[in-house]
């Protein structure tokens, strides 16, 4: 039995927590797409500008880090359960969530912001909801995503077995094979967002962030056959972080500078953008991989706790925070520091939440 990698729940919480910020920060003045924005307007000031570089940066990286630690622990799981059982447990732990979202929480917070005032509940429901014209994925569109990419894991193992083909074990990628990825990356994601720029969606779906998605679960694959994780070295992260830093500026400079879309389109600032987030993501997940990995890869019992609740957190967080950001709305505190103050609320809201629901018997077997 493989050592159990402490290091890797705990990024799984920090992560988790950083969803709850990122869509905190929307609600403020943050770029992005959320049920609830309090502070609108085009108007560039200094907190809105941070709080998009915030989100900017966290798009970059922490949804392709989830999809590198998912692709990580897909082939352990996988042997020790066997193509039927696997796919069983995997919609058991992401089918079921998916469909409590999609039938209750995302409508409800729907009817709630948008229908209840002219509306009836049901009247809403056999509307909008019976009839599949509202298919609310929120964020377990990551976990539809999951089910897709274990399908196809579950088919890739079959050909595979059938080939008997031995894989030969693969060193750390070089400088130079880590660049061209990103080149790659960001050069797909440009192509794709011609036809689904970011912010729409196919079923929850973006697929204009999907280049990097799917690069970075099979690199976590690849990771757990070739020890990759073990591999990484803090001189490699370092030089890396430093390209993301060194990269950083480039695209809120190129954003004032031509003024264009950053979404797609056959545009300067939208070649930039695609370009700027793989660069960006590489050295962040890198570093935090190694700092996590030398520091804070032993047991701990509030941690423990935490990554136990981390899953059940991400797919309620989104009627806290909105229920929040509303129960605050009365005070006329600046934007940036109710971003504070939501995000911390939020949070601490959310994993006593998510503790008290998997008290109920049952559950802990889904979440």
């Known amino acids: 039995m493989k050592e159990r990698l402490y290091y890797i729940d705990r990024l799984r919480t920090v992560l988790t927590i950083l969803v709850i910020f990122h869509h905190t920060s929307i609600t403020f003045g943050g770029e992005g797409s959320w049920y609830y924005v309090e502070v609108t307007g085009d108007e560039l000031t200094p907190t809105k500008a941070m709080l998009s570089l915030f989100t900017g940066v966290n798009q970059a990286f922490f949804m392709g880090f989830f999809f590198l630690i998912s692709g990580y622990f897909t082939p ?75 399908i196809i894991y579950v088919v890739y193992g079959w050909i595979r077995k059938e080939s008997k083909e031995k894989s030969e074990v693969r060193k750390f990628p070089s400088h130079t094979m880590i660049l061209i990825s990103a080149v790659v990356v960001g050069m797909a994601a440009f192509v794709i967002r011609l036809v689904f720029p970011t912010g729409t969606d196919v079923l929850g779906l973006q697929f204009g962030y999907f280049a990097s998605y799917i690069l970075l679960f099979v690199v976590g694959i690849i990771a757990y056959r070739n020890k990759w994780l073990e591999q990484l070295s803090a001189r490699i992260a370092r030089r890396w972080l430093w390209v993301s830093l060194a990269v950083l500026p480039a695209l809120p400079i190129a954003a004032i500078i031509d003024g264009g879309s950053l979404s797609g389109g056959a545009n300067p600032i939208a070649f930039i953008y695609a370009l700027w987030e793989p660069f960006v993501a590489y050295g962040i997940i890198m570093v935090l991989l190694v700092w996590f990995r030398e520091r804070f890869n032993r047991a701990s019992r509030l941690f423990h706790w935490l990554s136990d609740n981390a899953f059940t957190v991400y797919i309620i967080h989104p009627p806290i925070v909105v229920g929040i950001s509303l129960m605050l709305k009365q005070f006329a505190w600046p934007a940036g520091l109710k971003f504070l103050v939501v995000g911390l609320l939020a949070t601490v809201c959310c994993f006593a939440a998510s503790a008290l629901i998997r008290f109920i018997p049952g559950t802990r077997r889904v979440l």
């Not at 058991?92 to 409590?100: D, H, K, S, T």
């Not at 409800?108 to 014209?133: H, I, P």
């Open 76 to 150: 352990g799981a996988y042997v020790r359960k066997g193509p039927m059982r696997f796919l069983a447990n995997r919609f058991i732990r992401l089918g079921i969530p998916l469909i409590v979202y999609l039938a209750v929480i995302g409508p409800g917070m729907v009817y709630a912001l948008n229908f209840a005032d002219t509306t009836s509940l049901w009247s809403f429901y056999k509307e909008w909801v019976l009839t599949l014209k509202l298919l609310d994925f929120g964020p377990l569109w990551f976990g539809e995503a999951l089910l897709y990419f274990s």
